[in-house]
């Protein structure tokens, strides 16, 4: 070692006291005049918005609060130049459930209340792990008893289905069923044998290849024709199998590109300390891969309940078929507008309230953005 | 760090035995009849310029590369397709990677606990215990609930090798351990390695720090083009290099 310095020489290093970050001054003239108004070409844009929404929004809530109608019957509705909110308030059981049994429809309100607690349960964070995943694999078990009826409670036909109950019913079992299969079918592709690797890409290319519709009349019409007919697979089973192969194929690619993205050191680490290639791919990797995933992940989950609607085609009443029949009651006849609106309403409201789970998650965890 | 660690090396028991092997990526040569055998207890420090195989050559030693020709024998068993053995003698070796490669996913501790419990099936409470104490060893008990992510390089280094110590291998491979860290941090993780070479571990470590080598080495091997040039005792190997090339290899390396 060389002598850098003599003693004498050396002089303390004294680090200087850290300070606070420079407080910016916002009031409200300064915070327009830096978002809003900070060039001619935004100025402009923000007046034209600006213009857009003073003449949109008078005219949106006039229609929806001040003009409406929120007692009365179809006659009250067709003086008034507002909304009628009467046709939705009496519609209301029927978009939920459909025409399933009155008497009984204590049974699907039980699993709906079941569903929004373990939503409150799930976006307040307040269950994690395995008990969150548990309680997820129940639910859609336990929806299926309480509405098809089992158990010795009176069975509930599934041609009686429908409503908002049969898309959630559909989207969730959905979900649940196709992130696992496509995690499958992405492993499978990515590290499987070329046998294995020839037959899953088989399966997402040809699914991904086909438009929804065509899958839904392929099961719902054709399947039976193929299928002896001994095994009798009732149609609402077959419309979810085929919802669920055409998510797993889009899911799978999404997966795949997770997978992609995990650096070979893991796997090496992994490996390096004597665990099983199978157990590395499944506690290392695809823990890993669904976190990178997440965004695209949650809008194919979104897309599949958006999707669910498709089913109106091959004969099933989900909400927006019992939508379409509600504004053809005689009754209210010409609400087609309220109607639509409160069905855009709920999609949006489901759709959104997903989305910002979505975006807590990522949040979450030791790689979130907020950390 | 200047006492020369003593060797530890009591009995003429074989742990490694490398005998002849050679590999190729695609056409590239890599490893052309290299043969090396480690005795339990026996520190060996290979060096060598980029390219030269020595990086390939640990990692065939617990098959995350696979030899084409020649013989690998760790602990009494052969390396070959045998996926049993395999996983067998990688629970033998620990490896050291040089980005460390900790789970990001995972806490410390669960890094820690991770194989013990999957790979030994060791019971959770056991495999804490074990990992706690390795923490301990290498001076950072009081993270073992942060991330990976939330550490610095050399922390995250000790914490990769206290996650091999659980596993209690045999052997330690460590593959240019230093070189992705700041010179500040070079010194906490080498401390760690002298510390596991005085407690009588058999090590195999690709680096570059010589004066690692000197302190810790029992030889010193230099390779270069896919094999063994020279292979000496640190002190010889140093301060009398045979072979031109071993003389160029120090002359640059030493020079800054």
Known sequence: MTQITSEADTKTFEPLAARGAPTRQIGPLNWLRKNLFSGWLNSLTSLVLIGVLLWVLPVMINWLFLDAVFRGNGEVCRQSAGACWPFIYEKIPVLMVGVYPQELIWRPAVAGVALLALVYLTFSDRIRGFVLISAWLALPLFALVMIGGAFGMTEVNQSLWGGLMLSILLALVGVIVSIPLGVMLALGRFYGSPLVKALCIGFIELIRGVPLITILFMVSVMMPLFLPPEMIINNLMRIQIGMIFFSAAYMAEVIRGGLQAIPKGQTEASLALGVSPNRTILFVIVPQALRHVLPPLIGRCIALFKDTSLVIIVGLLDFLGMIKGAALDPDWLGFQTEAYFFAAFVYWLICYSLSRYGRALENRGPNGAKR | ?256
Request: charged share 25%; aromatic share 6%; hydrophobic share 40%.
């Open chain 2, 1 to 256: 760090m200047t006492t020369k660690i003593e060797s530890r090396v009591t009995t003429n028991e074989t742990v490694i035995e490398v005998a002849k092997v050679n590999k190729w990526f695609g056409d590239f040569h890599v490893l052309k009849d290299v043969s090396l055998s480690v005795k339990k207890g026996e520190r060996i420090v290979i060096c060598g310029p980029s390219g030269s195989g020595k990086s390939t050559l640990i990692r065939c030693i617990n098959h995350l590369e696979e030899h084409q020709e020649g013989r690998i024998t760790v602990n009494g068993t052969v390396l070959d397709e045998n996926l049993k053995n395999i996983t067998n003698v990688r629970r033998e070796v620990g490896m050291v990677f040089q980005q460390f490669n900790l789970f990001p996913h995972m806490t410390i501790l669960d890094n820690l606990c991770f194989a013990p419990v999957w790979a030994r099936n060791m019971p959770r409470k056991e495999a804490e215990d074990t990992a706690v104490m390795y923490l301990e060893r290498v001076g950072i008990a009081e993270q073992r609930d942060k991330y990976p992510g939330q550490l610095s390089g050399g922390q995250q280094q000790r914490v990769a090798i206290a996650r091999s110590l659980c596993m209690n291998p045999s052997v330690m491979l460590f593959d240019e351990p230093t070189s992705a860290l700041d010179p500040e941090m070079i010194k906490e993780v080498l401390d760690v390695m002298v510390e596991l070479a005085s407690s009588g571990m058999t090590m195999i470590c690709v680096t570059h720090e010589m004066s690692f080598a000197r302190l810790v080495a029992d030889r010193v091997i230099f390779m270069d083009g896919g094999e063994i040039v020279e292979e000496n005792t640190p002190d010889k190997f140093f301060d009398n290099p045979q072979i031109d090339r071993t003389q160029k290899f120090l002359s640059q390396i030493l020079a800054h």
